[in-house]
């Protein structure tokens, strides 16, 4: 089983579209968790931390699910702009790196 | 309060030559890290690195592929007598402290082996 995984995509949804991404991890002690952003040929950028309780930040929610080990992305009213790779990120608290899943790509259409 | 800085953007080798990509992290960053990303695929992780040690080089290929991060100066990754199988992106990524608080991620460079 991989450290992070993720469904590849794509995900094609109209603009306005309510979309989750869910992103499975197998070590249970993983310690931090987050959402990167990575458009085409750019590097990736951190999009939201993803705590315990859950957060919140405009259109975008993010949820942690310790008992099931998967942290999720919703993403509200989708905008053009919101196309592209979506990865996730765990740390696994006892090695100070973070390993990505191979992300979820959106592409939102008119 | 510039970011991470990576350089070159683009770089073109020969198979057999050498490849160097240099890293400067953000002002105040003191643990430096190095992706790979092949086309179509995920980051993979390669090395962490603090001033002058090496942390975690798990993800580093045993052959051909060295880093180092001096006290002065830019991290480096140094690919010797590439192949064309090392084409990729090249990320690295800075934190302030170890990873628990995420990382921010240069532009990349892109190696292309002839």
């Known amino acids: 089983r991989k450290e992070v995984e993720q469904d590849p995509g794509p995900f094609n949804v109209p603009e306005g579209a309510t979309v989750a991404f869910n992103c499975t991890y197998s070590n249970s002690a993983s310690q931090s968790f987050f959402w990167y952003r990575q458009d085409c040929r750019k590097e990736p950028k951190l999009l939201m931390s993803?705590?315990?309780s859950g957060n919140e930040d405009g259109r975008f929610t993010a949820q942690l699910n310790r008992a099931s080990q998967y942290i999720s992305l919703l993403i509200r009213d989708s905008k053009l702009s919101d196309s592209a790779t979506y990865l996730c990120a765990v740390n696994p608290g006892t090695a100070s790196k973070l390993t990505f899943g191979t992300g979820t790509r959106l592409q939102v259409t008119l | 309060n510039a970011g991470v800085m990576q350089n070159p953007r683009h770089l073109v080798r020969r198979r057999g030559q050498e490849a160097r990509l240099r890293c400067s992290p953000m002002?105040?960053?003191?643990?430096v890290y190095w992706y790979r990303q092949l086309p179509e695929e995920g980051l993979k992780f390669m090395v962490y690195l603090q001033k002058e040690n090496i942390i975690d080089e798990s993800g580093m290929p045993k052959e051909r592929f060295s880093a180092e991060f001096p006290k002065e100066g830019p991290s480096i990754l140094r690919i010797q007598q590439v192949v064309r199988g090392d084409s990729a992106a090249y990320f690295c990524?800075?934190?302030?402290?170890?990873?628990?608080?995420?990382?921010?991620f240069g532009s990349g460079t892109r190696l292309t082996v002839v």
């Open positions: 993803v705590y315990s």
């Open positions: 002002k105040g960053h003191s643990h």
């Open positions: 990524a800075s934190s302030p402290y170890e990873s628990f608080y995420g990382y921010t």
